[in-house]
Every structure is written in C-alpha cells, then in structure tokens.
C-alpha cells in the first residue's frame, strides 16, 4: 500500500510526525506538508505566486502551500504513480460539523478524493497533542479498516477523542451536526495603536444530538463521518424550478 499523508498544520506539527510514523510500518509513505500552519484554509489553491517544494532531513517534502496545494502538487507533478489512500493530520483540534468547511486538514483529504483517491482526514478532539501516540494507533487502525461496503473513492472524516488508547470506546460511524454561528471578532490594537482583529472561535454546537460527531466523541467514542462534496440542496432545487417566474 502507498499512502501520501498531509496536513494543515505545517510539516513540523507533532500530530503529521506521529501519524507518519504510525504507518510507515504498513505503507510506503510520502509526506508533502505545508512550511507552516495553514489551519482554516479549506480547499485554496495558490494561483497568485509560484510554489517551491523542498525536503526536510527526515524525508518529508514540504512546501509554501496550503493543504490543496500540497496534495495536488504530489499527485500532478511530484509522485510518478497514483497513491491507494491520502491521510491527513493529525490534526491539532477537532473538525466537526461546520469546521469541515474551513478546515485545511479535510481540504488536503479532499483534493485525493477529488482525484479519485479514498482519503482520510484525523483531527484530535482537543488541541495541545496530549495522547498523540493514542491518536496515530487509532488511526493506523482505521487505515488499516478495509471498509468494503464503502463505494470508492471515499472521503472520511475522523475525530479521535484525546484518551488513552484502552480507553478510547468503539468506533462509530456519525454524521455531522451543526455549530451556532461563530463568535465575534475580537478587536485589538497593534503596537503603534492601529486597531487589528483576530477571528473568533467557532461557535458551540448546536445540534450535538445522538448520532453526531459531537455526541459520539463526548462520548469518548471514536467518530468517522463519510462526507461528500456535491453541495446542491435537492429540495431547494425543486423549489427554485417551481418558483421561477
Ligand atoms: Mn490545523
């Protein structure tokens, strides 16, 4: 099996290190991240300035691209063959409903899946990479699922509760809920007193009922959405042909 990982951390975050090194054992690997954190950056391509990819001592590529950029540079130009599985992560912090949107981790799972890969996105549930080595067992477990019944290619998206690996609980398979809108913008000032701002958090979940991500990590259960990327709303659609004027 080869398997291409990357991440939206950047190519030195613990949490690509360690998944990585959770299944090297079991996969020829190649690791194309970005130089520095790129979290929250979905799905961007860089058009306006050209990329340069290098390679770290250990083996990883790295490069001044997003997430989408990295993927796409390895299965265009850099790998002369087509991976089996794209992973991405560990992400430091969870992606769940709504920050599946924003996320650059499931944006670097995407860009295999637009290309016909299954690919998987792992995220932590919190950040500050506590039970890490938990996480990259859990995850080289889930690599190592055949998942048969699935049509191919998949696109799964994994958030890993930070526990010790025996007391992580089953593996379930959920579906996205839903977060209230984010939080506002915290304003600020920069050392010669020009007002800056910072985005704020994401919001609170808002739907976290039974069969959510957010219901099945809080209860220490591992969580695996299948997503899919086609955005039309079906209903609306309907909708919209019986309302044009
Ligand atoms: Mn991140």
Redesign the pocket.
């Known amino acids: 099996m080869r398997i291409l990982i990357s991440n939206?951390?950047g190519y030195l975050a613990p949490g690509i290190v360690a998944l990585a090194e959770a299944l090297a054992p079991i996969a020829e690997i190649v690791v194309v991240a970005p130089d520095s954190?790129r979290?929250g950056s979905s799905n961007s391509l860089t058009l306006d300035r050209p990329l340069s990819l290098y390679r770290a001592a250990n083996g990883f590529y790295f490069m001044n691209g997003t997430p989408s950029d990295c993927v796409h540079l390895a299965l265009t130009g850099l790998l002369s063959y087509k991976p089996d599985l794209v992973v991405s992560g560990i992400?430091?912090?969870q992606n769940m409903g709504d920050d599946t949107l924003y996320s650059?981790?499931v944006a670097a799972a995407t860009e295999g899946f637009l290309f016909g890969i299954p690919s998987i996105a792992f995220s932590q549930v919190e950040p500050g990479w506590s039970q890490l080595e938990s996480a990259a067992k859990m995850a080289r477990r889930i690599v190592e699922q055949r998942f048969d019944t699935l049509q191919k290619p998949y696109l799964l998206n994994v958030n890993i509760p930070n526990r010790p690996y025996d007391d992580l609980e089953e593996i379930v398979a959920t579906r996205l809920g839903k977060r209230h809108q984010s939080e506002a913008i915290i304003k600020s000032q920069d050392p010669h007193g020009r007002e800056i701002f910072w985005i704020g958090p994401a919001g609170a979940a808002k739907d976290a009922s039974e069969g959510t991500d957010f219901y099945a990590t809080a209860q220490g259960k591992v969580s695996i959405t299948p997503l899919q990327i086609d955005l039309t709303h079906s209903t609306q659609l309907n909708a919209l042909k019986e309302g044009l004027l």
């Open positions: 939206d951390d954190n979290s992400n430091q912090g650059g981790t």
